[in-house]
């Protein structure tokens, strides 16, 4: 287990600092993602498997889509279509995929070796367990965020209906 957080690290480390000075959107978000898996597989080599799963369903899943969608939002017109496609090559890839690899072989070495017993000792995290701190002592920061994560939804939607408006009017009078 240790050699599957070591390599974990590591991969989180490399890939969010390509994620810091990538200039493209689209590269920092696949490098994102690979940072975010890299996390939740060191959350499984730590013997946390609910935060791991947590961590890739929330921040890799949902939160990514979230950020796709943005990106896909504000990029309209036809240039940036076609430069888009250029950007997403084979050599786009590349990067990711060596990293994304390197963690499907620290999974698949670790899973055969059978280190599954050498984890750090502690209590399991549960769902009942988040659910119970979440939802006592931290219900009402819970909530705010809930508030604000809508308040940004409907910015969001309110930004994208005016550009699509702009944008419509500018066509029309042209």
Do not use: C
């Amino acid at each position: 287990m240790e050699l599957a957080f070591y390599a974990s690290g590591l991969v989180a480390v490399l890939a969010t600092l390509r994620v810091i000075t990538s200039t493209n959107p689209i590269h920092a978000l696949l490098y994102l993602i690979v940072s975010l898996l890299a996390v939740a597989l060191v959350f499984f080599a730590l013997g946390a498997p609910f935060a791991g799963a947590l961590e890739v369903i929330v921040y890799a899943g949902a939160i990514m889509v979230l950020f796709v969608f943005v990106v896909m939002m504000l990029n309209l017109n036809a240039a940036v279509t076609a430069r888009e496609r250029a950007w997403l090559g084979p050599r786009t890839w590349v990067g990711p995929s060596v990293l994304a690899a390197l963690l499907l072989v620290v999974l698949l070495a670790t899973l055969q070796h059978g280190d599954i017993g050498r984890v750090i000792e502690g209590d399991t995290l549960t769902a009942k367990a988040v659910g119970m701190v979440l939802f006592g002592p931290w219900l009402v920061v819970v909530e705010l965020v809930a508030m604000l994560l809508l308040a940004a939804l409907v910015t969001a939607s309110h930004v994208g209906r005016s550009v699509s408006r702009e944008a419509d009017s500018g066509r029309d009078g042209a």
